[in-house]
């Protein structure tokens, strides 16, 4: 995370990583993202942590309930089922094509959901109007961390709950050239605003003034690169990005991708990285 002035105002030390700029890009490239994060949504390990997050939250039929940075609403059928028809899901998130999207699928799902343009930071709601409000892979890409929480918190009924999902986009995969599994590595821990924050959610958690904060760690993990959609979408499908990006050179790019693949065909393909999970009360 860029180190802020001490003298900084609170809006001057918020920042973000590209995530917090797509809408300055082509539209292709905001696609592709959109689809990573469809992939990413359903896997089981992000499923779980979702999962316990929701159950955290003490939400059920009848609800409201605020996702920040909600994305493309990959997670909409997930919390719909929780919430019901009676219920409603409000979605915040500054990238246009991702809220278009997120209403679209709203209304094709007829879930009782409406996504519209906001930051985190400074969530358009006034005090105290949410049962929950909660963020998935969002603390990682903008902040600080306490400058979404505190927003949270304030837009959250008193007894009510915040939730957080965030990874550590650490992959451990089987290589035979461990340099390379470095630099594709270090794409990550370079490119993200907030890389370690999901290891800090109980510190940011309970520096809002939230009240008995649990955490859980889920770890994804597979022996095949076909196992589900996330792996190659992930870790394949996005390294030329990444190379035309300037965060991966293209030669180590391509070797790390031989050797991966090399390894799927002889069965010794191996990856896996670490998911949190935070809930707690206001
Ligand atoms: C990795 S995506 C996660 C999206 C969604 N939560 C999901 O799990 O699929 C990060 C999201 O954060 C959004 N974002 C970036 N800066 C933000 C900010 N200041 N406030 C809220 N969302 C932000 C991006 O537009 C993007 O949709």
Redesign the pocket.
């Known amino acids: 995370m860029a180190a802020a002035s001490i003298h900084a105002s609170p809006a001057q030390q918020w920042g973000?990583d590209f995530?917090?700029t797509?809408n300055e890009l082509p539209p292709d490239p905001v696609e592709g993202i959109g689809h990573v994060?469809d992939a990413?949504?359903v896997l089981p390990a992000f499923r779980d942590a979702r999962s316990w997050m929701f159950r955290g939250l003490k939400i059920g039929p009848g609800s409201s309930v605020l996702?920040?940075?909600?994305?493309?609403g990959?997670?909409l059928s997930d919390l719909g089922s929780i919430v019901g028809s009676k219920g409603s899901i409000v979605g915040?998130?500054?990238?246009t094509a991702?809220v278009e999207l997120a209403n679209q699928r709203a209304s094709q799902q007829r879930i009782n959901a409406r996504y519209q343009l906001?930051?985190?930071?400074s969530i358009p709601f006034e005090d105290e109007y949410f049962d929950a409000a909660f963020?998935?892979?969002?603390l990682i890409?903008?902040g600080p961390a306490s400058a979404?929480l505190n927003e949270m918190v304030r837009v959250t009924r008193t007894g009510g709950y915040i939730g957080a999902v965030e990874w550590l986009p650490h992959f451990l995969i089987s290589s035979r050239n461990p340099d390379s599994l470095h630099a594709f590595n270090d794409i990550f821990r370079r490119a993200t605003y907030d890389y370690l924050v999901s290891g800090s959610l109980a510190h940011h958690f309970n520096m809002a003034g939230l009240k008995d904060v649990k955490t859980e760690a889920f770890l994804a993990s597979t022996d095949d690169l076909d196992s589900h959609p996330f792996w190659r979408a992930f870790i394949v499908n996005q390294l030329p990005m990444f190379v035309h990006a300037g965060l991966l050179d293209q030669t180590v790019g391509e070797a790390f991708l031989a050797d991966i693949q090399e390894l799927q065909a002889r069965k010794e393909f191996s990856a896996s990285f670490i998911i949190h999970a935070a809930a707690a009360q206001k």
């Open positions: 973000a995530f917090g797509l994060l990413m949504s996702e920040a940075g909600c994305g493309n990959s997670a915040i998130d500054p990238t991702f906001g930051d985190v930071r963020c998935e892979k969002v890409h903008a979404a």
